[in-house]
């Protein structure tokens, strides 16, 4: 299948700077198709199968490509520019799995104490209180609001258990931003997302980030602590059937919990998006 | 005692585990493996010229190598003797054998998981096809352990030749070799993570 239009029109990261140091032609595969990068003097660019020059941006660490003339614009994160945060790119990941599906799980908080036991959540604690989500129709994004969860070790500067409170955003299809309650300062977030790299309609990298206040952990100490996390839903993401999402109410039987991924498979389908999604009638 | 330690890493996982069931205090100093190749860096080759990881500093020494810094740990600080079997010479022959094999397990089954998770650019069949081999070989072993009464890779008590094994095998998952076909090496999988003070490490399902 070749991508719809609306996953044909964004942008998406494809690696952190420091990946293309030097890069001669080195090959980025994206949405099925052979891309090249090339640092020439410290400039990127990037080229399709047909050495057709394709459109580039840099920013919040990692090099961003579209496959689109007429791109969708990229999405404003006004957090990379506050002083003092500190920005940790953590490398691409591959998952066997769409990337949609990545979103979907990284907007769930359900599995918190199952599968990132005593971190993110304890056994004791495995509900999930009811939380708002709303669209921003002039944005044309997702937010999950007034989340709040327990959470033992709810990032590397925590001392001990707090009731985290989240907020969720989903600004592209392949991207989710996770808004959390900074350990260490009030009234501000931290920050930790995904960008994910759809490299087949069920196959993706994961590059993410983190863009903290934190005065106490090194950046290889956030780095590992996120690793950890993120390795934890690989595994997860790689053993759901089918790999790629169903988008089908026939398919699953959401609850309460999931109304953020509710709203999140609705906003796909009102987008038409068809690209790494299962159909009912290929079911296994 | 310090451990230059990566998190994903199944050959830093072998020396925290052991640390943790014999029950040594350590510092841990994070090494940013990937993305950022600090183990090839200046700094970390004048503590490894090989520039791998994990190294152990200990009394003002560096011993690199995970089956390395294994055997010194077990030979200088496990007070029963039985990691690292010195009294007992066929024991530890074969227990010596197998730490070779431990290495064959990482330049195959460990080769495809950095192919599939960190995106490293190596022959991920020809990774997995060795992986397959060697696990054919170590499954039938364990086998015949078992038909002896035999619980371990190298007799009745856990080893150093375990620990080794033990990382890249239960994470094969990780890099797309099932063990779906290896039922002894799957309760041996369950026998050791039922060890006491053993620690999970992500990429590995217990529930297989």
């Known amino acids: 299948m070749t991508p719809d239009t609306f996953t044909r029109s964004q942008w998406y990261a494809i690696g952190r700077l420091p990946d293309f140091e030097g890069a001669e032609a080195k090959p980025v595969r994206l949405l099925s198709q052979d891309l090249t990068v090339s640092d020439a003097a410290g400039v990127l660019s990037v080229n399709d199968a047909d050495g057709r020059s394709l459109l580039t941006q840099i920013r919040y660490g990692h090099l961003w490509t579209t496959l689109s003339d007429t791109p969708r614009p990229l999405y404003d994160m006004p957090e990379f520019d506050e002083p003092d945060r500190r920005l940790v790119t953590v490398g691409g990941v591959g998952v066997r799995c769409s990337g949609l599906r990545c979103v979907e799980n990284f907007l769930d908080m359900a599995h918190f104490p199952f599968v990132h036991t005593d971190i993110l959540g304890v056994e004791e604690h495995p509900s999930v209180e009811s939380y708002d989500v709303s669209m921003d129709a002039e944005k044309d994004e997702i937010w999950a609001t007034k989340c709040k969860f327990f959470q033992p070790m709810a990032s590397a500067a925590a001392s001990g258990g707090q009731m985290t409170e989240y907020k969720y955003r989903v600004p592209h299809p392949y991207s989710t931003i996770l808004y959390k309650t900074c350990p260490i300062r009030e009234d501000v977030w931290d920050l930790v997302g995904l960008f994910i790299q759809p490299v087949e309609e069920d196959e993706c990298i994961v590059h993410s980030f983190i863009l903290v206040f934190d005065e106490e952990n090194t950046d290889t100490g956030l780095l590992h602590f996120q690793q950890n996390i993120f390795l934890q839903d690989r595994m997860i993401l790689e053993n759901q059937v089918p790999r790629k999402l169903p988008l089908d109410p026939r398919w699953e039987l959401p609850t309460r919990a999931d109304a953020s991924s509710i709203a999140y498979r609705r906003w796909l389908k009102a987008n038409e998006l068809q690209w790494g999604v299962a159909l009912f009638n290929e079911a296994a | ?208």
């Not at chain 2, 069949?125 to 009464?149: P, Y």
Request: net charge negative; aromatic share 12%.
């Open chain 2, 1 to 208: 005692m310090k451990l230059f330690d990566y998190v994903l890493s199944g050959n830093c996982y072998k020396i925290r585990l052991l640390l943790d069931f014999l029950e040594l205090s350590h510092e841990k100093q994070a090494v940013d493996f990937f993305p950022g190749r600090e183990h090839k860096s200046d700094a970390f080759l004048q503590i490894n010229p090989l520039g791998q990881i994990p190294v152990l500093e200990d009394d003002g020494a560096y011993i690199r190598d995970a089956q390395a810094i294994l055997v010194y740990l077990a030979s200088r600080y496990d007070p029963t003797g039985t990691w690292w079997p010195v009294n007992d010479p066929s024991e530890l022959g074969r227990v010596a054998q197998w730490l070779a094999f431990a290495d064959s397990i990482t330049s195959t089954a460990s080769a495809a998981r950095l192919h599939d998770v960190l995106g490293y650019d190596l022959d991920v069949a020809q990774a997995r096809a060795g992986a397959h081999k060697l696990f054919r070989i170590l499954d039938d072993h364990l086998a015949n352990q078992e038909l002896q009464g035999f619980n371990w890779i190298a007799g009745s008590n856990p080893t150093v030749a375990d620990v080794a094994c033990f990382p890249y095998v239960a994470l094969a998952g990780d890099g797309g070799i099932e063990l779906f076909y290896y039922p002894a090496i799957q309760r041996w999988i369950r026998r050791f993570v039922n060890l006491p003070r053993f620690k999970l490490m992500p990429g590995i399902n217990i529930f297989n």
